[in-house]
């Protein structure tokens, strides 16, 4: 049926008229592939998909250099036309072909002869975008040995970013793409990988022309509208933070750019994890492994923050202190899932979490707005009502940490303030209905942690809330946390009321011995204690 047209293909003559023939040809197929019946019947036909690659081999290898190039894009643009409607009845014939290969080689080689107009160059490439969405519903094949035209074809959109049309063919060509282990293991790994997925889909696509940092500034939830546009690139990004190389991706980003770049990354996966409920036990498993990875990594920065603090080189906090609060924003949202809890524990997840949880409690100050402190406001005459002590309950007065901790009423980034309330939660999480989580977080002296935190503490909100409501899950069944706690009452290091609001009172038996007994009336209800928190 294509024998006509695959010949004025290979002549590619620089006169007009000998593409006419050919044209009306094509045009009456397009025709044809609008009425179902024959689409059908066009589409089951391999040998029609084989004549259609033909095409494509064959233009290929045509230099453009003598050719009437408005009539041969004509004929470029109808057989892509043909093949994109087809492959809405038959996904399978043109992938087993190769077909999508071809076609991509075919506008790569227009591209590279620089003979086309830019409009032209740029339907092609929408078409072709739209026939590879088609034929890839059910099911995407992919031959590695095509892997570096697709991400010649892939880099190309940056030509094109600013056409909507463009944008949304490409956006669910790519989530067809994405779908591929194979193609998107080789896409993370490859040296061009940060060009497509930071400065094409991340700056150039989702920060330029869709309405996420819009919503990033107050957080996805199930009143935001989302644009097909911003779902489709969030499905993109979701396929990619799943994968096991992401950790690793996120690293080579922040070496090659910068911290900034890195934040705007994370934040929007922040953003997707945070407002999704829908995960497989292996995404689950690739989220957790990266996110425990940069926990530990920013958990050493804060530690070298402290360290340097006073120094003449000091570290800037605030980037660490940004996305130590995604991260753990992250790793607190899918602790609620079983097998993360079990994930978390195998992969040492509490040692980090209690390590970082120390460094904060030791080097952070505990602060509460509109107490009578007696101290001047360092660099002023102003007295402020607040109150700042460290971890054993010392009055802060040292200017210097002072002025870096708090500015005009306000905690700084430099204390990490809300960092230790995700760090509760998450023990919480971890910590309910398993014996072997309560008895390790004693032994790591994880229980006297979340102990001295059951305090007001603005530069940590409601963290009095959660833990007591941890204390309660650490003290569920566990005679060896109950002794615990009865040896630290001896000394007067528990406060009775947080005790008798997570559900425990002292007793003394008719011996004289001292023990912690269950005490349901004076508990306050855990539902109390959250509506408190989610009050904020």
């Known amino acids: 049926m294509l024998e006509d047209v695959k ?18 040809i094509l045009n009456q197929i397009i025709r044809e592939t609008t009425l179902e019946e024959r689409r059908k019947e066009l589409s089951n036909s391999d040998d029609f998909f084989l004549e259609l690659r033909d095409c494509a081999i064959i233009g290929k290898s045509t230099l453009l250099s003598e050719v009437c190039t408005v009539q041969y894009v004509r004929i470029v643009k109808a057989i892509v036309i043909i093949s994109r409607n087809l492959s809405v009845e038959n996904q399978a014939s043109p992938q087993e072909i190769l077909l999508p290969n071809a076609l991509i080689d075919w506008y790569l080689s227009l591209m590279k002869q620089d003979a086309i107009s830019y409009q032209d160059s740029k339907q092609i490439y929408v078409l072709i975008c739209q026939f590879y969405f088609n034929c890839s519903r059910s099911n995407m094949l992919f031959d590695q040995s095509s892997f570096n035209s697709h991400m010649e074809f892939i880099i190309e959109m940056m030509k094109y970013v600013n056409h909507e049309d463009a944008l949304y063919a490409f956006s669910l060509f790519l989530s067809k793409a994405f779908v591929n282990e194979s193609f998107l293991s080789l896409l993370i790994n490859d040296s061009r990988a940060l060009i497509v997925i930071y400065e094409l889909l991340i700056m150039k696509i989702i920060e330029e022309k869709t309405e996420i940092p819009s919503i990033l500034k107050s957080k996805l939830d199930e ?20 994968h096991e190389s992401f950790g690793s991706l996120m690293k080579k980003l922040k070496e090659l750019y910068n911290e900034e770049a890195f934040n705007s990354v994370l934040n929007i996966s922040t953003m997707l994890i945070t407002s999704s409920d829908k995960w497989d036990l292996y995404q689950l498993t690739a ?39 995604s991260i ?46 007696g101290f001047t406001y360092p660099d002023s005459n102003i007295q402020l009502n607040v109150k700042a002590t460290d971890n054993i ?29 995700y760090l509760v939660e998450l023990l919480g999480f971890m910590t309910y209905g398993q014996t072997e989580v309560q008895n390790l977080i004693r032994e790591l002296h994880g229980l006297e942690l979340v102990l001295s935190n059951c305090i ?34 001896a000394k007067k290091a528990v406060n009775d009321d947080v005790l008798e609001k997570a559900g425990y009172r002292m007793n003394v038996d008719g011996n004289g ?21 989610h009050k904020r």
Not at 9 to 21: L, M, T, V, W
Not at 461 to 487: G, H, M, V, W
């Open 223 to 242: 009143t935001s509208e989302l644009s097909t546009l911003a779902t489709v690139q969030l499905k993109i990004l979701k396929y990619l933070i799943t």
């Open 287 to 325: 989220i957790s492994t990266w996110g425990m990875t940069f926990l530990e990594e920013y958990s050493d920065l804060v530690n070298k923050y402290f360290e340097l603090e006073l120094s003449d080189n000091p570290i800037d906090p605030s980037p660490i202190y940004k996305n130590l609060l």
């Open 456 to 489: 007001i503490d603005d530069n940590n909100p409601f963290i009095k809330e959660r833990s007591i409501i941890c204390i309660r899950y650490l003290l569920a069944d566990n005679q060896q946390n109950q002794d615990f706690i009865t040896k630290l009452e």
């Open 7 to 24: 010949d004025t293909i290979r002549k590619a003559s620089g006169h007009s008229n000998e593409y006419d023939a050919s044209i009306n």
């Open 328 to 373: 753990l924003d992250i790793l607190t949202t899918l602790a609620q899932y079983q097998h993360v809890q079990k994930f978390l524990v195998s992969y040492e997840g509490l040692q980090k979490i209690i390590t970082l949880f120390d460094i904060l409690e030791k080097k952070c100050l505990k602060i509460q707005f509109n107490k009578p402190s």
């Open 513 to 533: 011995n001292v023990k912690l007994v269950s005490d349901d009336k004076n508990a306050v209800p855990e539902s109390t204690l959250l509506s408190e928190i």
């Open 393 to 421: 309950g010392n009055i802060i007065k040292n200017a210097d940490i002072l002025n870096k901790r708090i500015k005009e009423n306000k905690i700084c980034d430099s204390n990490f303030p809300g960092i230790k309330c």
